[in-house]
């Protein structure tokens, strides 16, 4: 149910864009570093459920269960819909946005994220211990490096539209969809993910091995969703300020 609702969540922003033909005052960095965090989910989940042939305590159960697959399916279709976000803004960008820089640090993500693992999927293995090692190397600095960088990074694309908060481009119920959505994807998240046991008698739980493991999915899509509701807010305010409650129909802004 949440993956469909997550699917369908995407369809009044794109619908928006191309009614309108433009995508005018929407960021494209905010956009960029929307897709990258949903990249970066799907690299996860694949690396662990799918290409990560070492036996885990966390995540995952061992052996993958349909739980583990609809996982995977739910980043999936995240990940799909996000690039179509991402694809329609460029189509629909006027002339002066930067489209050819967004699309290279999208695609230098790429080369450091989803990429590496197909390679790895695809090409036979050689030395299990290279593989082994290659492995550590990938999840290691995703989850203590990249990852983190890349949840930061959405809190910035809230920066990046916020001038542009009332842009007549930005769905208004695709907003608030997506920011009751992914509040409740974000805490089903938290519920369907194993942890490593701890030692109650250490301390408090351990955020950052959590956020780090398995946390990462949860934090993520709540800061989205965090992020769709702020700008969702935004706009309403400004509407009423301005004395324009109704729908959508507002001409578009210009630069």
Known sequence: MLSISSLLSFIPQIKHIINKKSSVDISLTYVLLITISSTEQFALGFYYIASHNNDSDFFVSDP?????????????????????VFATCLFYAPSTAPRTRVV????SFLAISVIPLLIDVLTPVGNPEDERWSSAIFIGVHTMLVNPLVTLGVFAALC??????????????????????????????????????????????????????????AVDNAIFAFVQAVLFFLRRRQKFQSGKVGGEEEPLLGH
Do not use: C, H
């Not at 290279?104 to 695609?107: F, G, I, K, P, V």
């Open 160 to 217: 990046f539209q916020w001038p542009n908060a009332r842009a007549a481009a930005l769905s208004e119920v695709g907003l608030a969809v997506q920011a009751a959505v992914f509040a409740l994807v974000a805490l089903s998240w938290v519920g369907r993910v194993r942890f490593l046991e701890f030692d109650r008698g250490l301390g408090g739980f351990p955020v950052k091995t959590w956020y780090q493991l398995v946390g990462w999915a």
């Open 64 to 84: 993958r269960n349909l739980g583990d697959w609809l996982n995977l399916a739910q980043l999936a279709i995240v990940w799909v819909m996000s690039l179509l």
């Open 104 to 107: 290279a640090l999208y695609t």
